[in-house]
């Protein structure tokens, strides 16, 4: 069977996913048909229920969960990997309401989380992730919500942290933070579902015994190239919760949900 299978470039997923891309793992006689976009172009997209299986934020999933199972395989989920926001000036949290924000996408889970820290902030400029720090150090934004490799390399761009919006949900909910995680479309039935996971799983074990073989598929596609920053970000955000999301995950994304409705930004 053919399935669409989509992700981001970004080295957390083309990690986990090599094996996947590569033919290497097969199960139930899927034959994944792959594509890569970044995270709100895949959020954008399952909106419209474009691929079979795909990545994207769990704030988008939130939305599309009548259509979208998720995966106990293949999220980003932990501690201290969360987004942070960084400006270019030290800036007070006071200060936030009054600026304009780069933010990388208005379905991610970085958004979601800014509206929580900052309900009152309201000038924002939806870019893709990766010109957020550029905005920033050019002026045109006075604070970016910066996820990804930026989380990485923002000091060597001369930004400064504001907060680490990782950390405050740590300190508010002593859980994970969940990113983003994998969903696979509810009308191909719950075997296919498990039979993704399990070749996704498989995927991700293969990747961990030999990482050396997914590091020119990470290559091709990452923005940044730096072999210390690939295997710290790979490090931070494939984890045992990407393995199985488990019970702590599965409250984790509940605890979002719990308040992202409270906060009145998903009905």
Known sequence: MKLSVAYSPCPNDTFMFHGVAAGAVCRGGIQPEVHLADVETLNRLAMEGRYDVTKLSFHAWLLVRERYELCAAGAALGFGCGPVLVAARDIGREEIPRCRIAVPGELTTAHLLLRLWAPRAREKLFVRYDRVMDLVAAGRADV????????????????????????????????????????????????LCREVEAMLRESIEAALARPERTREYMRQHAREMDEAVLAEHVQTFVNDYSLDLGEQGRRAVAKLEELARAAGIIG
């Open 144 to 191: 970016g919500a910066v996820i990804h490799e930026g989380r990485f390399t923002y000091r060597q761009a001369g930004l400064r942290l504001v907060a680490d919006l990782g950390q405050w949900w740590q300190e508010q909910t002593a859980l994970p933070i969940p990113l983003g995680g994998i969903a696979v479309r509810r009308s191909l039935g719950a075997r």
